[in-house]
Structures are given as structure tokens and as C-alpha cells.
């Protein structure tokens, strides 16, 4: 998986097309991600107890296929390659400045 939790990424496709947004979970194996605040569905929670019933908003997870990573170096959205470095780690560098994105 080319995302990774608390990477900032670019939606390029669906209703939240054109926003960004911080990784907040990455489901590996339906190659989906949740990212803050994108893809956003209300939520009827019954009432509990002495409170009333209340609506909440949650994010649903999103194809990975529709977000672009942010490089953390050049600010941009980019594609990104990755590359062995020293200690035999791979670490993904940015097509658009060739900087190593953290
Ligand atoms: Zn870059």
C-alpha cells in the first residue's frame, strides 16, 4: 500500500473530489482508507438513557484508487516510487521534486 496512516492526500474522484484530507486508517486488505472529514454519512445514534437521540457524523472508508498522496516535501500531489535506502527499508520518494515523503 502506496498511503499510510496520517499521510495528507488529495481526493481525485467521488463527491469529495477536489478536497484533502489527513489518513486516519488504512484497511490493507479491502485497499480502502478512511480520512478525516471526507466521505462524511450521518448517523442516527439511538437515545440512550436520560439523553436524547442524537445525530453523528462518521467517515466511511474510501477506495485508495481515489486519492493522490501529498508529498510532504513539495506540498503537491504526486505518484509516488519507492526505492531501497542504506539499511535495506523502503522508502517512498516523490515523482514531481524526488524528495523522500515521511
Ligand atoms: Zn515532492
Known amino acids: 500500500?502506496?498511503?499510510k496512516k496520517n499521510d495528507n492526500v488529495l481526493i481525485i474522484k467521488g463527491k469529495d473530489k477536489g478536497?484533502?484530507?489527513?489518513?486516519?486508517s488504512v484497511l490493507v486488505s479491502k485497499n480502502k482508507?478512511?480520512?478525516?472529514g471526507i466521505n462524511l454519512v450521518k448517523q442516527h445514534r439511538k437515545a440512550?438513557?436520560?439523553?436524547?437521540?442524537?445525530i453523528v457524523e462518521?467517515?466511511?472508508?474510501?477506495?485508495?484508487a481515489n486519492v493522490m498522496l501529498i508529498c510532504s516535501a513539495c506540498q503537491k500531489p504526486t505518484?509516488?516510487?519507492?526505492d531501497k535506502i542504506?539499511?535495506?527499508?523502503?522508502?517512498?520518494?516523490c515523482k514531481n521534486c524526488q524528495e523522500v515523503i515521511e
Open 1 to 3: 500500500m502506496r498511503i
Open 19 to 24: 478536497r484533502q484530507g489527513e489518513v486516519q
Open 33 to 36: 482508507v478512511v480520512i478525516e
Open 48 to 54: 440512550q438513557g436520560m439523553s436524547g437521540a442524537e
Open 58 to 64: 462518521k467517515e466511511l472508508p474510501i477506495p485508495v
Open 79 to 82: 505518484r509516488v516510487s519507492s
Open 86 to 93: 542504506g539499511d535495506g527499508s523502503r522508502v517512498r520518494i
